[in-house]
């Protein structure tokens, strides 16, 4: 069974930064997709950023240009990197790979204060 254990998160100001870090119990070559969802209270988990199996990156709308995803294949670790953040980005978020199954960390609690 795949482990995935994210950190980073934490109560910041308006404005501010954060950056989150999954990191897998597996070898990154043995996932096509991997990326960032968030959910916040009362509203759907939404996709926040994604890389594809080609490398190819997606970033929901309300987050372009403010974050920004990598990953380390040395180090089995994905990174979301969040500048400027709003009150908006409150939310749980969670890390997600797949291969044939979409394997979910436990949600790191990012909180955005104004």
């Known amino acids: 069974q795949v482990q995935l254990v994210e950190s980073g998160g934490g109560l910041v100001q308006a404005g501010g930064s954060l950056k989150l870090s999954c990191e897998a119990s597996?070898?990154?070559?043995?996932?096509?997709?991997m990326g960032w969802f968030r959910q916040a209270p009362g509203k759907q988990r939404e996709l926040v950023a994604q890389?594809?199996?080609?490398?190819?990156?997606t970033y929901a709308d309300s987050v372009k240009g403010r974050f920004t995803i990598s990953r380390s294949f040395a180090e089995n670790t994905l990174y979301l990197e969040m500048n400027n953040l709003k009150s908006e980005d409150t939310a749980v978020y969670f890390c997600?790979?797949?291969?044939?199954?979409?394997?979910w960390g436990q949600g790191t609690q990012v909180t955005v204060s104004s």
């Open positions: 997600n790979l797949a291969d044939s199954s979409d394997y």
């Open positions: 597996r070898h990154f070559f043995s996932f096509n997709r």
């Open positions: 890389i594809g199996q080609f490398g190819d990156i």
